[in-house]
């Protein structure tokens, strides 16, 4: 039976998390981490009838001893910390949090092997959306030029989201993209052309009405291709990727980017 410390257990994303634990028989709730709801049972502070005797902890350092994996789904301002306080407890971390750069996952990697420990870090733990990157990766392979599109709500406080900024990574690792016009040559504001990471441009648009898409566009003489994936208003399409990672993880070393990695290397 494999421990979970799940941080964020009361979030949009980690409360669903957590009821999928108690429903897995191979994972069981060994924490739960929630400043807002210290010192309460999880399952009353999600509204539920009975109590899941796992009392709330105001932080990973008070919870995180024991546990086989950390769960984060908190958000950028905690989650480097708490994964590198779960690695030195020996625990494995499963990352769904976003805002982390390619040289603080560098970190990671490099604090995870010393430890003989693994991460696995996705910026969405849809299985679509896992797919859709997979899908990017192989066109980057034959396509020379994209760029990328990220939605979201107004609320949206990190930019780009953890979905585009891990393809922008995933892409540069391919190839970095030609570009028609040279940026630093662009006439008016250069920020209208995006931001640069991982050599890719990334345009984050953040509005009422969106919940969260990614897309990547490729351009060719005379012809596009673009590869889309938009999320719902719910946080079920980020379980089922979520728990896959919290079993792979115990058998893995250092930093694994991408679900769609677990996926097709199994």
């Given amino acids: 039976m494999t421990k979970i410390c ?95 750069t390619a040289e603080e996952y560098a970190e990671i990697d490099a604090r995870a092997r010393e430890r003989g420990v693994g991460v696995v870090a996705a910026g969405n733990f849809s299985l679509t959306a896992a797919i859709a990157q997979a ?11 994209w760029e990328i599109v990220d939605y979201a709500s107004s609320t949206k406080p990190d930019v780009p989201s953890g979905t585009a900024r891990e393809l922008a990574d995933r892409l540069g690792a391919v190839r970095r993209p030609e570009l028609g016009h040279p940026i630093e040559e662009t006439f008016g504001p250069i920020e209208a052309r995006g931001a640069g990471v991982a050599g890719s441009r990334v345009h984050s648009l953040r509005l009422p009405g969106y919940v969260l898409a990614t897309e990547v566009l490729f351009g060719l003489p005379d012809e ?4 889309r994936h938009d999320a719902g208003t719910s946080a079920a399409p980020y379980v089922a990727g979520t728990l896959l990672a919290a079993r792979a993880v115990v058998s893995r070393v250092g930093l694994t980017r991408g679900l769609d990695t677990l996926l097709f290397d199994r």
Avoid: C, F, M
Wanted: proline share 4%.
């Fill in 6 to 100: 799940l941080a964020g257990a009361t979030g949009w994303t980690g409360s669903a998390v957590a009821r999928a634990i108690l429903d897995a028989d191979d994972l069981t709730l060994h924490a739960a981490v929630a400043r807002s709801a210290a010192g309460q049972d999880l399952g009353a502070a999600l509204g539920e009838a009975r109590p899941w005797g796992v009392t709330v902890q105001a932080s990973v350092p008070d919870a995180v001893a024991g546990a086989d994996v950390l769960i984060d789904y908190t958000g950028p301002a905690a989650v480097k910390a708490n994964v590198l306080t779960a690695i030195e407890h020996g625990a494995a971390v499963v990352v769904g949090s976003s805002g982390l």
């Fill in 135 to 145: 899908a990017a990766l192989l066109a980057a392979r034959y396509l020379p030029q």
């Fill in 224 to 227: 596009r291709l673009t590869i």
